[in-house]
């Protein structure tokens, strides 16, 4: 089980999905007796009246993006948001408490009525989450009786934990019937959650453990999600036991490796970002030796311009403070998993021009080659190709944006895709660096829907991540 070593967490990460309705009413909806339309900024704002307004959450988004907002149980939960208009206004957190096998209810937290005035002014309120069976965040809401009110800028977050809670792996493998075993510490109670969010059954609660050894149920679902609960609001950590298939499994469990101390550095956007303590990195360091550690600096919605400024230190550089210590610990190999947000394409272009030109990216790859030849001469360096994408849902969805002129992207159209492919390959062969070709993978795969999320055709599922964890480990075992 190799180490993790973590990059700094978000202090603040919003998950409020278009937040200053730069996308009209995506992601919200509007009841009563009055009405709501966007009103052009800067900043963008809804203006509503006598009636409610909901941000719907989109949970498998949250879940595969901010993992540990999931069983935010004794947590502290931050609400902010900007408003102006006649009469009061007042909001609501709705979660879902979850008690197996799809039984629910939803538990509510109000804010105080806040007297509106003419000028925009900020407003904040934070809430804390007492019950263990409170699994996902479900909606904000904004309600008005009477008069206008003008809203943006919403924000929902856990504030920084002081993250005293420690598992001693990330990740746990094993196949129903096995048994498992992990130590922890600083931990109050441990949550048992079968199936992670979606409970098969309802979650237990153990006190206090240092030690756990169990024997792996047969859930139905993925697997198991252990959360250990701090003294302090929001110290929460996961632990992830993947079930995947038989098969599957004895391919990692085949992999053998030296036992020589390695370090390795995986750069990313969200496909090696999210899912933490189940993404493909984790799945991988599972099954590497104690004595090997690995860094997984994926960034959501990265590209590689922004991985370049990033990593030259240029001043305001998105996330910037994240690679302040990313060489304290030199690389034996690096990893560079990109393309998904360099080869989306915004509608204004017709979908044909790609977020990150193609006659850029030789110098790019150039930039990179040059800082890793500093900071990590010795390092062998890989590539990841892209995964395919663009399913017929993909390009279903966007019909409706542009019936309603708002602005987006469409992801893994598979020329802008081939073509970032073929001058990563291209750079690759030129610098001797390595390549794995996980694109081909995925097209070879039986069930390539398999491999992606429902309606989103981008990010990861878990057999995705299995499915790249297993190339991984067999591309590393060659050397």
């Known amino acids: 089980m190799a180490m993790r070593i973590s990059i700094p967490p978000l202090k603040e990460n919003n998950l409020v999905r278009n937040n200053c309705f730069g996308q009209g009413l995506t992601y919200y909806r509007y009841s009563g007796k009055g009405s709501a339309e966007i009103m052009t900024g800067p900043p963008a704002f809804c203006r509503f009246s006598q009636g409610r307004l909901s941000h719907i959450f989109d949970i498998d988004n949250q879940e595969h993006a901010v993992p540990e907002s999931v069983f935010p149980y004794k947590g502290c939960v931050c609400l902010k948001f900007r408003a102006r208009g006649r009469g009061k206004i007042r909001g609501g957190i709705r979660w879902r408490l979850s008690y197996g096998r799809g039984d629910m209810e939803f538990m509510e937290r109000l804010t105080p009525e806040y007297d509106l005035t003419e000028e925009f002014q900020d407003y904040t309120f934070e809430s804390t989450v007492d019950d263990c069976h409170c699994s996902v965040n479900d909606r904000i809401f904004f309600d008005i009786p009477e008069g206008t009110a003008d809203i943006t800028g919403l924000c929902l977050h856990y504030p920084e934990p002081a993250h005293e809670v420690l598992f001693d792996r990330p990740h746990i493998t094993a196949l129903p019937g096995e048994k498992i075993s992990f130590k922890c510490s600083n931990i109050s109670e441990l949550i048992c959650c079968y199936g992670h969010s979606y409970n098969e059954m309802p979650p237990q ?51 053998k490796f030296p036992q020589k101390k390695r370090h390795l550095l995986f750069f990313g956007d969200s496909l090696t970002a999210y899912d933490t303590g189940r993404n493909y990195t984790d799945i991988a360091g599972a099954f590497m030796p104690e004595s090997w550690s690995y860094t997984n600096a994926g960034i959501g919605g990265d590209d590689l311009p922004r991985l370049v400024k990033r990593l030259q230190g240029k001043p305001r550089t998105y996330r910037l403070e994240d690679f302040s210590n990313i060489w304290e610990r030199t690389p034996d190999e690096i990893f560079i998993f990109y393309g998904a947000n360099d080869a989306k394409a915004a509608w204004h272009t017709e979908y044909k021009r790609p977020a ?16 890793f030849e500093e900071k ?88 995705g991540h299995q499915l790249l964890a297993a190339a991984l480990l067999e591309y590393l075992q060659k050397g």
């Open 205 to 255: 609660i153990i006190k206090a453990p240092s030690t756990v050894n169990m024997e792996l149920p047969a859930t139905g679902g993925e697997g198991m999600r252990f959360v250990g609960i701090g003294e302090s609001a929001n110290s929460r950590k996961s632990l992830f036991v993947s079930s995947p298939s038989p098969r599957f499994a004895a391919r990692m469990r085949r992999c």
């Open 356 to 371: 990150t030109p193609p006659d850029t990216l030789p110098a790019l790859w150039e930039k990179l080659a040059l800082i």
């Open 376 to 463: 990590a001469p010795l390092a062998k360096i890989t590539l990841i190709s892209t995964p395919p994408g663009c399913f017929l849902y993909q390009w279903e969805q966007t019909h409706s944006f542009r019936e309603k002129s708002i602005p987006h992207y469409l992801f893994c159209i598979p020329e802008h895709i081939k073509r970032f492919n073929r001058e990563a390959t291209a750079f690759a062969r030129s610098k001797n660096w390595g390549y794995l070709d996980f694109h081909k993978i995925c097209m070879n795969h039986g069930n390539r829907n398999s491999l992606f999320i429902p309606g989103d055709g981008v990010h990861m599922t878990l057999t």
